[in-house]
């Protein structure tokens, strides 16, 4: 083939690809696309996690728990807050299994709480009375049947190594979750027990999706003791990090007591562990430490140089003397009750305010062998001579309060209790029902019991 034919050619392909490009144009724009729907996006609203559970309300005495202070060791942070600032990875989260275990030390109180996932609880494995029975069902049972025995795996934790494996061994006991001066350390028993279970072998029928706190009491029916519980659970619950109020299970066989309803208040939802009718798996537990080892128990034997102040004072001026802790758990019992807590601070009152607690015949325990415990027999002879004795004082002046707690739900109880300087007056002996209104107290007040 000649050059001038190649070239013929070529001129020729070149002119039908224009002749073919012209028509594309033409035709595009002669049959325009039709124009296309806009994209529709999906936008999920923002869900709130685990939207069962109570929030937290808003305290004006609240300080933010996380992230951890890290405050020295004895101050009034240490002792109240979060002083749990060493922190434990026994077993980090992990993609072949869904156990995780880990625990938060504090040097201060010489104690721990931990937490973990992946967890089963086997109620038939934890030797212990049913609990929750009203107190009349149960009179006689002696208390070493309502306190939990564990068999070993009465907890267990799906973890990367074998089966049956002790999770915690004596040596991390004994430094982090002291035996101490507590004869029968529960929580320490219950963490000794529990076992590895390899992944997939967990067999958990009922998961509970959303945080729970785990408590082993003792003086369940007991003011003091109690309070001791409330605070070492809703420390453990805030040093977690859980953004609402999680659910509870008592880890005993106590029976139920006017106190509970507190508890009910306090937490999301409050159930015995006997009351699953089978093994429960968490996927986040909580493990309180008991109230033996808070600092409102600790401060019956130890010195504690702490001073209640306002949060806002600690916000400007921090000091490890003082700490505003109290006030903020004082600020969380009302406002659990549906009680005002903004603008707590009440007006100092002119005079002296006296405050009789009223207490009625009641029994203690099942263990008391359903004898009851009787009022005075002079009760209103007292009352009403100190009432008109207060009426008729002239040097000061004297508010007299008359304090029948024993049939008020504890929302009633705690309702008068704004005004300072209440000199308590107790009527009979401790241990009563009509006790359960003390605890807003503040460290200035007195008490004399009759």
């Given at each position: 083939?000649?050059?001038?034919q190649?070239?013929l050619?070529?001129?020729?392909?070149?002119?039908?690809?224009?002749?073919?490009?012209?028509?594309v144009?033409l035709?595009l724009?002669?049959?325009p696309?039709?124009?296309s729907?806009?994209r529709?996006?999906?936008?999920?609203?923002p869900?709130?996690p685990?939207p069962?559970l109570k929030?937290?309300?808003s305290?004006p005495?609240?300080?933010?728990?996380?992230p951890?202070?890290?405050?020295?060791?004895?101050?009034?942070?240490?002792?109240?807050g979060?002083?749990?600032?060493d922190?434990?990875?026994?077993?980090?989260i992990?993609p072949s299994a869904?156990?995780?275990?880990r625990c938060?030390h504090?040097k201060?109180?010489?104690?721990?709480?931990c937490?973990?996932?992946?967890?089963?609880?086997?109620?038939g494995?934890i030797?212990?009375s049913r609990g929750?029975?009203r107190?009349e069902?149960v009179?006689?049972?002696?208390?070493?049947?309502?306190?939990?025995k564990?068999?070993a795996?009465a907890?267990?934790?799906e973890?990367d190594m074998?089966g049956d494996?002790k999770?915690v061994?004596k040596a991390f006991l004994?430094?982090?979750?002291r035996?101490?001066?507590?004869?029968?350390?529960?929580?320490?028993?219950?963490?000794?027990?529990?076992?590895a279970?390899?992944?997939g072998?967990l067999?958990?029928?009922?998961?509970?999706?959303e945080?729970?706190?785990?408590?082993t009491r003792?003086?369940?029916?007991?003011?003091?003791h109690?309070?001791?519980?409330w605070?070492?659970?809703y420390?453990?619950?805030?040093?977690?990090?859980?953004?609402?109020r999680p659910?509870?299970?008592f880890?005993d066989g106590?029976c139920k007591a006017?106190?509970e309803?507190?508890?009910?208040?306090?937490?999301?939802t409050?159930?015995?562990a006997k009351?699953?009718?089978g093994p429960?798996?968490?996927?986040?537990?909580i493990?309180?430490?008991?109230g033996?080892?808070t600092a409102l128990?600790?401060g019956?034997?130890e010195?504690?140089?702490?001073?209640g102040?306002?949060?806002n004072?600690?916000h400007?001026n921090p000091d490890?003397?003082?700490?505003?802790?109290?006030s903020?758990?004082?600020?969380?019992l009302r406002?659990?009750?549906g009680?005002?807590v903004?603008?707590m601070?009440a007006?100092p009152?002119?005079?002296?305010?006296v405050l009789?607690?009223?207490r009625?015949?009641?029994l203690?325990?099942?263990?008391?062998?359903?004898?009851?415990?009787?009022?005075?027999?002079?009760?209103?002879?007292?009352?009403d001579?100190v009432s008109?004795w207060?009426s008729?004082?002239?040097?000061c002046?004297i508010?007299?309060?008359n304090?029948?707690f024993a049939?008020?739900?504890?929302?009633e109880?705690?309702?008068?209790?704004k005004?300072?300087?209440w000199?308590?007056v107790l009527?009979?002996?401790s241990?009563?029902?009509?006790l359960?209104?003390?605890k807003?107290h503040?460290a200035?007040d007195?008490?004399?019991?009759?």
């Open positions: 083939m000649s050059r001038r190649r070239g050619i070529l001129r020729a392909l070149a002119f039908l690809f224009f002749i073919n490009a012209a028509s144009v035709y724009l002669l049959h696309r039709p124009s729907p806009p529709q996006t999906l936008t999920l609203a869900t709130t685990f069962s929030p937290w309300p305290l005495s609240f300080l933010p728990w996380l951890p202070p890290n405050p020295p060791v004895g101050s009034c942070e240490a002792f109240f979060h002083g749990f600032s922190r434990v990875d026994l077993f980090p992990s869904s156990g995780w275990f938060h504090s201060t109180l010489r104690s721990s709480v937490e973990g996932g992946g967890i089963r609880m086997d109620p494995r030797a212990m929750g029975e107190l069902e009179i006689g049972r002696g208390e070493d049947d309502e306190m939990p564990f068999e795996g907890f267990e934790i973890l074998p494996s999770v061994d004994d430094r982090y979750l035996q101490g001066q507590v004869g029968v350390h529960t929580m320490r028993s219950l963490l000794d027990s529990i076992r279970v390899e992944p072998k067999g958990c029928s009922l998961w509970i999706e945080p729970t706190v785990l408590v003792f003086e369940y029916a007991n003011l003091f109690t309070v001791t519980d605070y070492s659970a420390v453990s619950s805030r040093i977690t990090g859980l953004s609402k659910h509870l299970v880890v106590h006017p106190l309803e507190t508890w009910e208040a306090l937490f999301s409050v159930r015995y009351h699953f009718s429960v798996c968490f996927r986040h537990a493990f309180s430490p008991l033996y080892e128990f600790k019956l034997s010195q504690i140089n702490c001073h102040t306002s949060a004072i600690l400007e490890d003397t003082r700490t505003a802790r109290l903020e758990f004082g600020e969380m406002a659990a009750f009680l005002v903004d603008g601070q007006k009152s002119t005079g002296h305010n009789f607690v009223r009625e015949d009641y203690a325990h099942p263990r008391h062998t359903g004898k009851v415990e009787s009022r005075l027999s002079n009760e209103q002879e007292v009352f001579s008109k207060a008729n004082h002239s040097i002046k508010n007299m309060a304090g029948l049939h008020m739900h504890m929302k109880q705690l309702k008068p209790y005004k300072p300087l000199l308590l009527m009979g002996r241990h009563s029902p009509g359960s209104n003390t807003h503040c200035r007195h008490q004399q019991q009759l």
